[in-house]
């Protein structure tokens, strides 16, 4: 892929998204901090940009055999992120609950962080459990009857909420404050490190954080930089 200094995370990844893990690997939010650009985000990481712009340009777009998001009708893409993110969020909250509320109990004593992790565990649950409800009943619905309507050269259906950029913006909000939460995380693990005096549900838990941090990232990514843009650009047509 031909990437530029200029580009944004979030461009990035939209055109080949194998960049997710290289930006990943780098501590990049290419999701919630996905419109600044590759040179201010290695600037502000200390990262040297040239060495991460190899690494992006050396990707071959032809043989990934990884969906092609951004050409994805909006209908499917919509079903995508249901099934594949939607789904994992609440497969894998009930397991972070439990790991993260145990480990607090019995090491708290000696890492006192976790009691904050714990807390953090569950805002996150609460509000990803209330956002997803608000997109499957609400936003979802109306981006597909939206795009079928574009489909069949019909102007846009009447928007309950005014135009679809206002439940975007709210969306949009929700996902910053879920990528801050994580991010905490991280940074009070250490980056999800286990220490010496860790047992096997501590390690479980970590890398169960770790897992639904890099999921919550390329969720994010699909809605923040692809879906809700397109949608926009729809109603506004």
Same mark, same amino acid.
């Given at each position: 892929?031909?990437?530029?200094? =200029?580009?944004?995370?979030? #461009?990035?990844?939209?055109?080949?998204?194998?960049?997710?893990? &290289?930006?990943?690997?780098?501590?990049?939010?290419?999701?919630?901090? =996905?419109?600044?650009?590759? #040179?201010?985000?290695?600037?502000?990481?200390?990262?040297?940009?040239?060495?991460?712009? #190899?690494?992006? !340009?050396?990707?071959?777009?032809?043989?990934?055999?990884?969906?092609?998001?951004?050409?994805? /009708?909006? /209908?499917?893409?919509? +079903?995508?992120?249901?099934?594949?993110?939607? !789904?994992?969020?609440? +497969?894998?909250? %009930?397991?972070?609950?439990?790991?993260?509320?145990?480990?607090?109990?019995?090491?708290?004593?000696?890492? %006192?962080?976790?009691?904050?992790?714990?807390?953090?565990?569950e805002q996150v649950a609460a509000e990803m459990t209330t956002h997803m409800m608000k997109e499957e009943q609400i936003l979802f619905p109306y981006i597909?009857?939206?795009?079928?309507?574009?489909?069949?050269? *019909?102007?846009? /259906?009447?928007?309950?909420?005014?135009?679809?950029? $206002?439940? &975007?913006?709210?969306?949009?909000? !929700?996902?910053?404050?879920?990528? $801050?939460?994580?991010? *905490? &995380?991280?940074?009070?693990?250490?980056?999800?490190?286990? /220490?010496?005096?860790?047992?096997?549900?501590?390690?479980?838990?970590?890398?169960?954080?770790?897992?639904?941090?890099?999921?919550?990232?390329?969720?994010?990514?699909?809605? $923040?930089? &692809?879906?809700? %843009?397109?949608?926009?650009?729809?109603?506004?047509?």
């Open positions: 892929m031909t990437c530029t200094h =200029g580009m944004t995370l979030g #461009e990035i990844v939209t055109a080949d998204f194998r960049a997710a893990a &290289i930006l990943e690997r780098y501590g990049l939010d290419f999701c919630c901090r =996905g419109n600044r650009t590759l #040179e201010q985000s290695c600037r502000d990481a200390g990262i040297p940009s040239e060495d991460l712009l #190899e690494q992006l !340009e050396a990707l071959e777009t032809a043989a990934s055999g990884a969906p092609v998001f951004r050409d994805m /009708p909006l /209908p499917v893409l919509v +079903d995508y992120i249901v099934g594949k993110h939607h !789904e994992y969020v609440r +497969d894998a909250l %009930p397991g972070l609950l439990a790991h993260s509320k145990k480990i607090s109990k019995v090491h708290g004593s000696r890492h %006192p962080e976790l009691t904050r992790v714990a807390d953090l565990v597909v009857q939206l795009a079928s309507a574009a489909g069949r050269g *019909e102007p846009a /259906p009447f928007a309950p909420f005014g135009t679809v950029d $206002n439940p &975007i913006r709210m969306m949009e909000a !929700e996902h910053e404050s879920a990528g $801050n939460a994580m991010f *905490e &995380i991280r940074e009070l693990t250490d980056g999800y490190e286990v /220490p010496a005096d860790g047992c096997t549900t501590y390690a479980v838990c970590l890398r169960e954080l770790d897992a639904f941090e890099k999921d919550l990232h390329a969720h994010v990514h699909l809605e $923040n930089n &692809i879906l809700f %843009p397109k949608a926009s650009a729809l109603e506004h047509k």
